[in-house]
DNA sequence: CGGAAAGTTGAGTGGGATCAAGCCGCGTGG
DNA sequence: CCACGCGGCTTGATCCCACTCAACTTTCCG
């Protein structure tokens, strides 16, 4: 189809040798103004994880949070029925475990969808050096309320239509920010995650990407989605969210 | 029908007599042992402000959080179609503007629904504050943790009856930390509201109520409510979530 | 090559939305 | 005082979107 596109087998070749993790998250915000040491000693690298692989267990002690620096992950719940829901899917720059601090123990599971490395934070050596600079407190508080309403799929988007719409446009978005291309890429999750993040049956999510190819919206091939039509998806995806 | 549950009447008359309004989230968290007049000077108290008024619009800057002291209010986000969504409910102990940091700016209304008090502190003060009280910066970072995932009514509940009675639920425990009535109590927000929040017609929780009635489970007059077979509606509500 | 999981497609159904009408409580003004 | 209007709430009738069930194909991995 096109060139540079997001595509996590030739990405994860090059997960090796990347550089100094939690650069891309302190140094654009000054935290290490104060002591570039200092955060150091905090971080341990993590990885390469393998597709499948948890990261953590729904109700494991919760320790330490983490920044993903390549692939992609999903978060899973179980309720009391035994049923999964996909709660989010996160992306390099995204820090996993935020939703862990309040009760100690963790929500949810964290799988990997692909290949992923990790930097880990023990928390509580992290907020112990919050305390003595100033913008990483700040970058926390406002990684955590970030956090806070994108828990789920569907914030105001109600049809099927809408949901699929506004989450391949948030896929699109954060491909960008990343600087991949941004109208086309490759899925690293399958049918039946999006479909659990989305509260859609699989077949429900199988019938609208071949819809959506069908009014020229998009062009699909497996895992490969290219966004065609931007303008009418957006038009169809009512809510700003995304993935 | 009962005696002591909680109504927004009699309650707002004993507002004004209330104690100094941040101890309930700081004394229980040792949060003053370090220097109880270093929070006086943060807080400002807000109110009494009436049913109907807002206490942020949507697109406001953010600069300050709110404790809700008394009262019930609930966040509102409307979408580019001007469709409006009730987001979630806040109740006493609830502490606002939490979504809005990251940003800078109020994602949604917040709309009291009875009479309300509040505190308000200046933001950039209390984290300001918080790097000399670790207390206080753990306790915001729970608050934020807390508020992830809380965020929508319907975690994991998929049909009208799962998320009605998990709703009822979640607002039953609320009463009960509260101190009120676990079973009995009355609501402060419109079938719109809830309709809203849980993401169904007004239609339908007005049907949901009347058949949760016949079937026994509730009796419902109107605004109050009595939780008459809680099992039954705790074996309905697949996951744990709440209001 | 074979088995399993993922994905697709079709047919039928049902839950909840929508449309429409009417009721009730309440404030307003004549 | 009642008439009126309005918004919240309820109830009924109908419709349609998405789920379910079932069969089949494709892909993935051994």
Redesign the interface.
């Known amino acids: 189809m096109a060139s540079r596109y997001y595509n996590p087998e030739q990405r994860s070749s090059a997960a090796s040798c990347a550089s100094c993790p939690y650069l891309s998250v302190c140094v654009s915000e000054g935290v290490l103004d104060s002591d570039p040491d200092e955060l150091d000693v905090l971080v341990e690298h993590v990885g390469p994880i393998h597709a499948g692989q948890h990261i953590v267990r729904q109700g494991d002690a919760f320790d330490s949070i983490a920044l993903v620096r390549v692939g992609t992950l999903k978060s899973v ?1 179980v ?3 035994g ?1 999964e ?1 996909t ?1 989010s899917f996160h992306m390099p720059g995204d820090v996993l475990g ?6 100690g123990v963790h ?1 949810c599971s964290v799988i990997a969808l692909d290949t992923v490395m990790l930097c880990r934070f023990s928390f509580p050596r992290v ?2 050096a ?3 600079m ?1 913008a990483l ?2 970058k ?10 994108r ?2 799929g ?3 988007n ?1 049809t099927a239509d809408e949901r699929l719409a506004a989450f391949l446009l948030g896929m699109a978005d954060r491909f960008e920010r990343l600087g991949y291309s941004r109208d086309h890429w490759q899925l690293t999750m399958s049918r039946m995650d999006i479909a659990s993040y989305l ?1 859609l049956a699989p077949e429900t999510v199988s019938r609208l990407f071949r819809r959506f190819q069908e009014e020229g919206l998009l062009a699909v091939e497996g895992r490969e989605v290219e966004l065609v039509e931007r303008d009418r998806l957006e038009a169809m995806a ?3 969210m995304a993935a």
């Open positions: 719940c309720d009391r029925e049923r829901q709660q935020l939703a862990a601090i309040s009760e929500p907020s112990e919050a305390l003595r100033p407190q700040n926390l508080f406002r990684l955590m309320s970030r956090d806070i309403g828990t789920t569907l914030t105001g109600r509260r009512s809510s700003a």
